[in-house]
Structure formats: C-alpha cells, structure tokens
C-alpha cells in the first residue's frame, strides 16, 4: 500500500534558525501521487500549509518550501528561519484526485521553536 | 464560511459501550471523510463519502464501525461495543475536490 515517512520528532529549533522535516514516500496505487505538508498549531485543527501536484515543482506558504522530487521520492519541507509561531505538529501526506483526494499521512513531527 | 464542525469533543467509554460522533461539513462540500488518529500516529482513513454514496469504507472495522450520509450533508459515525484499541481522536474532513481538505477540530475518544 502507500505509505508516507517523515522526521520523527519532537524536533527543536531556536527561533531564526533553518529547519528541515524529512519526508519520504511509497505510492504503489497512485500512478500520479499529489503532496501534501498539513499542520495542527496547538489548539486549532488540522489545516493544509501547502501542496504540490506535479513532480519538479515547489510549493511554498507562510516562508516554508517543499520541493515534489520523483526521483527520490520525497517532499522535504524547509524553511530558512522559523519563529515561535511555528511550533506545531507538521504531516507530509499523499493523495490523488482521482483517488477522492483519500489522504495517506505521516505519523507527524513536533516541531518546537525556543524563543 | 463556518468550517467543519464536529461533535462532542471528547468521550469516555467503557469497554463495550457505544458511541456516535456527528459532523457537520462545509455548506456545499460533497467530499466527506472520517480519519482515525490514535495517539502519537497520523490520521488514518476510515471511510469517505460523495454525496450519501460511500466511496471507500475498505479501512472501516464493520463489526463494529458504521457510518452514514443519508441527505449528503451531516455525517454520523458509530462505534458499537467499543474496545480500548479503539482511543483515538476522530477526525472529520470535507472537500470540494480542490486538494484541500478541511478539518474539524476532531473527536477525542477514550476507552477504558
């Protein structure tokens, strides 16, 4: 089946350094997998950073990057420096449209940004 | 726009009790999910609805777990005799077949 493996966290930062989550993917069912990174800032739902629908391109929100890359299969998600507003709960997932956009996530990285 | 609205927030069950947990998509979204996030996991799907039709209920445990979408707007999911494997939070999604989904705030179940 698909499958999505992303950093293991907690993962802590200080606020202006740069930050990298890994993350990996197995798409055995979806010719064409669409990326996705989502968030859940402490309190608040789950909501969608940003994604990408084709392989070689980059999506970008809020100062963070992540870069659809086929050939290694991954989505990284990066962003050159965090704030403590960023400390929140981040899940890489992939989906399809022709699959009803049914997400497969990551298990999540905690992300916490000391001031 | 109201977003997702799920309720109640929080259960605690014993062993073998049921429970029902209602959500309230986004006015006009025909795409519904219900994802199962355990502790510490990520958000794992359970079943998807278009409309009232179900989609996908491939992951749902049917012994147990049932859901439904009779007029293709709220949605009801169910868990009869509840075990402690099944604490977790639910979580109820909507899209209008953007790529975007919409979360609720989810549904926080314990069973002891």
């Known amino acids: 089946g698909d499958s999505v493996t992303q950093t293991e966290g907690p993962v802590t930062v200080s606020e202006s350094e740069s930050l990298i989550i890994n993350c990996t993917y197995s798409?055995?069912?979806?010719?064409?997998?669409?990326l996705f990174w989502y968030v859940r800032y402490p309190g608040e739902g789950l909501q969608l950073l940003l994604k990408v629908i084709t392989a070689g391109q980059k999506g970008s929100s809020r100062g963070f990057e992540a870069t659809y890359n086929k050939e290694t299969t991954s989505f990284h998600l990066q962003k050159a420096s965090v704030q403590e507003s960023d400390s929140a709960v981040y899940y890489c997932a992939l989906g399809d449209l022709n699959m009803g956009y049914k997400l497969t996530f990551g298990t999540g990285t905690s992300l916490l940004v000391d001031p | 726009e109201a977003g997702v609205t799920q309720s109640p927030r929080y259960a605690v069950l014993q062993e073998g009790q049921a429970v029902s947990f209602w959500c309230d998509p986004i006015s006009g979204h025909d795409t519904l999910y219900w994802y199962q996030q355990p502790r510490d996991q990520g958000p794992q799907l359970l079943v998807y609805f278009r409309d009232e039709a179900v989609i996908d209920n491939s992951q749902l445990p049917s012994d147990r777990f049932s859901a439904v979408r009779p007029k293709g707007t709220n949605s009801t999911l169910k868990i009869q005799s509840a075990k402690q494997g099944d604490t977790a939070t639910y979580l109820c999604a909507s899209n209008a077949n953007t790529g975007q989904l919409y979360f609720g705030e989810g549904s926080k179940l314990t069973v002891l």
């Open positions: 798409a055995t069912s979806i010719a064409y997998p669409n």
